[in-house]
């Protein structure tokens, strides 16, 4: 059974540092690309980061310099570094699965599992 759980959300200041993990069961986070999207409130989901089976990131431009995506083979868990938190960094965050061992921009292809979500929130 393909599960993603999440952990690491909480509340934090402007400019603070949290960082999130994505713990995988019943495949091997080596072995496909996976994502990591948030969703504020009243907002659509959005891909934030996507890292290859090769270990290649990429990520929004939003985040692009704040945030680190990597991966933990052994562990089987993934990890998204969150520095220099702002406000609009407010939002459940989310991991994914792709279908395949490559990411389309920042984003997984084929996504085939989600996570539960965890919440971070950032006061100014």
């Known amino acids: 059974q393909v599960q993603l759980v999440e952990s690491g ?29 948030r969703q504020a409130p009243g907002k659509e989901r959005e891909g934030v980061s996507c890292i290859s089976i090769g270990g290649s990131t990429n990520y929004a431009d ?16 993934v990890y998204l570094q969150m520095n220099s938190l702002k406000s609009e960094d407010t939002a459940v965050y989310y991991c994914a699965a792709g279908g395949s061992s490559y990411c389309s921009g920042y984003v997984p292809s084929n996504i085939g599992s989600w996570g539960q979500g965890t919440q971070v929130t950032v006061s100014s």
């Open 62 to 77: 939003s985040v692009k310099g704040r945030f680190t995506m990597s991966r933990d083979n052994a562990k089987n868990t």
């Open 9 to 37: 959300g909480g509340l934090v200041q402007a400019g603070g540092s949290l960082r999130l993990s994505c713990a995988a069961s019943g495949f091997r986070v080596a072995y496909y690309a996976i994502g990591w999207f």
